[in-house]
DNA sequence: GTTTGCAATGCAAACGTTTACAATCTAAGC
DNA sequence: GCTTAGATTGTAAACGTTTGCATTGCAAAC
């Protein structure tokens, strides 16, 4: 019973191992019969292909690697499951490697990803320190980087337009009025607060306005360090009475920070936050943010791969797309 | 430059590739210079090994899989955390498979996962109907359940113990003084509503009290269904004053439900969700819940699911591990 | 009744490892 | 210097598939 071979069903069947594999394969060059017999017989052995020894010699595993920063935050589990939906209507699995925001472990799955010999890889990058990344995989395991991404890079990516996205939240706050706006976001060395920073800055210069670094906070991505962060920024004499904070799991903790402290959102600090994840539009949080189109993202970039692997290795695939953010106002902010 | 194999590492060591197999794994048996020079030149050919290869000759692929309903319900990251780190501590990676709570997706995924020779499966299961599943993989592939599990089952599971959560969800509720309580669960072949629900008669046995089957209203997991079933729930004359829901997004819904309808939580309408996810605690949610430990769930679950692999083939390993449920009591409930 | 052509099948190599066993080398013991 | 044991290395089989090529069989065409 344990593990059944197409040797054993050729034997059962009279033919050889070949003519099983040509038939359960459905290949031209069986004759109706034996394939029916044959297919009949593995069904009664209970037969499952292996798809380790098939995957040795036609060299893909029908299997990519997602690496992600931190599976917690909402807005990857959206991502990842455009990502899985897209896989599985394509026959593919995918490796889920959750890095945690810790660069070393983002290394190491590279490194894993690469001996399983995953058809490919999508990853979100923690930083917009790729160099190890690149050259380890360039040219060998297809690459699409998905939610943020290093400028220069030759792979191919799906990602939303942070720029923009970092302008249209501060300009909405210019427009109600407000002239001084904190920016609550991770350490720097992170592509994507790099951009959404620069369209922060953006926004200000277009206005005519004065970036005061102070009002600048930086840590990492979790709610904890959104709630530190505002309480810090209170302690200021002169505290901005507007926020963006560079996701909504910041912008959350922000809010909680505030209300602590005995003010209130909108009236005393108005909120915005980047990503729309689910709980943000519920009711008691009315959050106002800048929308990714998450689950589309996802699905785009297994698309993007999936292409890149049919294309074989012949050309390479490049694909660059910059998707359109989008302001939705509630009410963390008016 | 395309895939480097142990092969042309021996040809330019001058030695048979079985040396440089031996020399990489670090075997006795290889003169320490040998080895050196071995894994010199492997580091200048940048070679990997192909895991493909091992995998077929041992055996043993050092993945496994996890089975989950929906990676969007902030439950199952959390577990899923749990057992990522768990599976990257001993060197195994995980295929990531989510059903979307839709059974033959759930059967497909595990046919795909026998077919990778994955060395074990954990699984949130849909429903408590897995015959299919134990028979096509019972005795062949090491499986684990998680957050639920058949209660005639032959393997191993780490749950939390449903009936006990149920209960004192509602025995909280009784002893506020409510004596008409709402339950909001999901479709009645899942077995841990079985179980709450269970639980929740149970409560009002223990209190003399008769449940009143108009009061319990079953759809499916999602917010949108606490949603919709609260709404209908509320047009009934006699609407309960207090409600049980299934899981904290139910309970999210609940509450959504309830305060569109111009009534207000606890105040017309008390609230218990069950699972505690972050959200649950945000201030402007507070949500009286049960708590599950979720991330040590995952955890222990791939504790076990390694043992049973370590154990080889010998002994069958069965571990059934009931977590005891807590009572958080925050503001949707006083 | 041959030939021709094509469909059906078998044979064997290949994929990149690991590992049992055989062969060789080295150095110690006599 | 010869034996011998132990360490080092090589040989080849195995893991379970796919697939190019060779072989066979059979029917149609001559």
Redesign the pocket.
Known sequence: MI?????DI?KKA????????????N?????????RKIREIAGELN????A???G????QTHSFGLIIPDITNPFFPEVARGIEDGAREAGYSIFLCNTNWEKNREIHYINLLAEKRVDGIIIAPISNKVEFLEKTLNSKIPVVYVSNAPHDTQNSYVVIDNIRGGFLATRHLIELGYNSIGFIGASNDSLTIDERLKGYKLAFKKYGMEVDESNIKLGDFKRETGYNLIKRMIEMSNYPRAVFAENDLLALGVIQGVKESGLSVPGDVAVVGFDDIPFASFPEVQLTTICQPKYEMGKKAVEIILETIEEGSGKWVCRKIILEPELIIRKSSH
Do not use: F, H, M, Q
């Not at 009279?14 to 003519?19: I, K, P």
């Not at 290949?27 to 394939?35: A, D, Q, S, Y």
């Open positions: 593990d059944v071979t197409i040797k050729a009279n033919v050889s191992y070949a003519t099983v594999s040509r038939a359960l394969n290949k031209k060059g069986v004759r109706g019969e034996t394939g037969y499952r292909p292996n380790i020894a098939r040795l010699v036609k060299k």
